[in-house]
Nanobody, 117 residues
Framework: QAQVQESGGGLVQPGGSLRLSCAVSEIVFNRRAMAWYRQASGGQHELVARISESGIINYADSVKGRFTISRDGAKKTVTLQMSSLKPEDTAVYYC???????????WGQGTQVTVSL
């Protein structure tokens, strides 16, 4: 059964850092783009960062220069390194394994990130 599992969320003070990890299993990884989304309470689902199967990266304007996405094909993981965190970064962060062609996409259950004093 396909699994996408996030880890690494938590509570951090403004200006701090957190590292989110996403591990996938039972699905093809290296031919699939991976992405991080977030949803704040009462807010919309927002694309945070995306890395294609070839390593092309896109970031939301709100996180450029602060967040870094990377992937490890051998470990089948994608990581989101977050620094200079702001209270407005508070959200549930989701990992998404994008579809290949007409196939399925897969989502993790999400991990809470709270930026507060």
């Amino acid at each position: 059964q396909a699994q996408v599992q996030e880890s690494g969320g938590g509570l951090v003070q403004p200006g701090g850092s957190l590292r989110l990890s996403c591990a996938v299993s039972e699905i093809v990884f290296n031919r699939r783009a991976m992405a991080w989304y977030r949803q704040a309470s009462g807010g919309q689902h927002e694309l945070v960062a995306r890395i294609s199967e070839s390593g092309i990266i896109n970031y939301a304007d709100s996180v450029k220069g602060r967040f870094t996405i990377s992937r490890d094909g051998a470990k089948k993981t994608v990581t989101l390194q977050m620094s200079s965190l702001k209270p407005e970064d508070t959200a549930v962060y989701y990992c998404k394994a994008e579809r290949i062609g007409g196939g399925s996409e897969y989502w993790g259950q999400g991990t809470q990130v709270t930026v507060s004093l």
